[in-house]
């Protein structure tokens, strides 16, 4: 496997890192392939309660899709979507830490995860109708759905620049924090999410993806809150609260 895609985990929390900078971090047929793998991996994991995305190197966190293989024909946009949805699907919560500017398919990466923290004077942009290209329709509806039709117009269809404070404005980054900060801040909501009930922040994920998509599944969203509610965790939550502890949750 490619070292262009690094995958570790540490205690409940996964770490994959696009480690490629001399290339701006732009994602081949070999980096999709590699992030495909190891998105196998934390789903087979039950240790892993929360996944950070994240870049190496001080200019890019991702520039989309290999420019070079869409051009030759070696890399279709199909390809970049069934990665993205991988993520957007994984049941756990995802982090997004941007390391720096990011362009094209780089944005729907960081759109297909949960949350997302930026860096003062990064940039952003999809120049897909700067170069004649039709975005993937799924990628389009996912712009929408995490950002509103008016923000998925200014950066499809106008090819929109944009700042950091713009990002934040528009709801593209949940936390916007000085580049020293990123990875320590990162880090914490990690820690933060990994110490909750697993089976609670599971089960709420999916039904929030549900609602964003305009249809929840009755029967499927009670069946996940009865899950919750004949758990072991929500006794264990009522123990620590009693007991004035942290609770020590097992995802059962």
Not at 172 to 191: C, I
Not at 204 to 212: D, G
Request: proline share 3%; with cysteine.
């Amino acid at each position: 496997m490619t070292d262009t895609i690094r995958y570790e985990r540490t205690g409940h929390i996964g770490r994959l890192v696009l480690n490629n900078p001399r290339q701006h971090n732009a994602l081949g047929q070999e980096q999709l392939q590699a992030i495909q793998e190891h998105l196998a991996a934390v789903r087979a994991d039950e240790q892993v309660r929360v996944l950070i995305v994240t870049g190496w190197g001080e200019k890019t966190f991702c520039a989309g899709a290999s420019l070079q293989q869409l051009g030759s024909g070696n890399l279709s946009g199909d390809q970049f979507q069934e990665t993205t949805d991988l993520i957007a699907h994984l049941p756990i919560p995802t982090i997004c830490a941007i390391n720096g500017n990011v362009y094209g398919g780089g944005v729907e990466l960081a759109l297909s995860c949960d949350f997302r923290i930026g860096i003062a004077g990064s940039k952003l942009r999809v120049p897909a109708a700067a170069i004649g290209l039709c975005y993937p329709v799924s990628g389009i509806n996912r712009f929408v759905e995490r950002l509103g039709v008016s923000a998925a117009k200014r950066m499809l269809l106008a090819a929109e620049e944009m700042d950091a404070e713009t990002l934040l404005q528009l709801g593209f980054l949940d936390h916007l924090v000085q580049p020293a900060a990123l990875d320590k801040v990162a880090e914490n909501l990690a820690q933060q999410i990994s110490g909750l009930a697993p089976l609670s922040v599971r089960g709420m994920k999916q039904i929030i993806h549900q609602a964003a998509a305009g249809h929840i599944d009755r029967q499927e969203a009670q069946a996940l809150s009865r899950q919750c509610l004949d758990s072991a965790d929500l006794q264990e939550g009522f123990a620590a609260k009693r007991e004035k502890r942290q609770p020590r949750f097992q995802g059962k």
